[in-house]
């Protein structure tokens, strides 16, 4: 609760000056270490510099919800993989600074808009904890 509170108050004093900087502030602060980090993004899905921060955070589950099943897909493979911020897989190396890597427990499709194309997922990732860090 102590460490919520913390972040709750770097949050209201305006350390962050956009949505994926709050989350560069998490990884510099060695007392802030979320269970769960639950990410929502718009149709274009995570960056790759927003993927490597969270990964070097390590929360042991991040939730996953997505509109858009091809960038999900794309950033999954950001997140079981060892590759930079410019997404070139095999370029990071075991116990570089690249984060850990996660592994999908589950991916549930959701039909809010039925007789469209359009689906929503839900995915749950957990942390591998392989000594990739």
């Not at 962050?16 to 900087?21: A, E, G, I, V």
């Not at 570089?96 to 997922?121: A, M, W």
Request: charged share 25%; net charge neutral; aromatic share 8%.
């Amino acid at each position: 609760l102590t460490k919520l509170k913390e972040l709750s108050s770097a949050a209201g004093k305006g350390k962050s000056k956009d949505k994926d900087s709050f989350l560069f502030d998490i990884d510099n602060n060695e007392t802030a270490t979320p269970d769960v980090i639950l990410v929502d993004p718009a149709r274009a899905g995570l960056s790759a510099e927003l993927v490597t921060a969270i990964r070097k955070i390590a929360p042991p589950r991040i939730v996953y919800v997505s509109c858009n099943p091809v960038t999900q897909a794309r950033d999954f493979y950001r997140f079981f993989g060892n590759e930079d911020e410019s997404g070139k897989h095999g370029s990071a190396k075991r116990g570089s600074s690249f984060g850990h890597r996660y592994k999908l427990q589950s991916c549930t499709p959701i039909d809010l808009f039925p007789n469209t194309p359009h689906v929503e997922t839900v995915a749950v990732l957990l942390r591998v904890d392989d000594g990739s860090v």
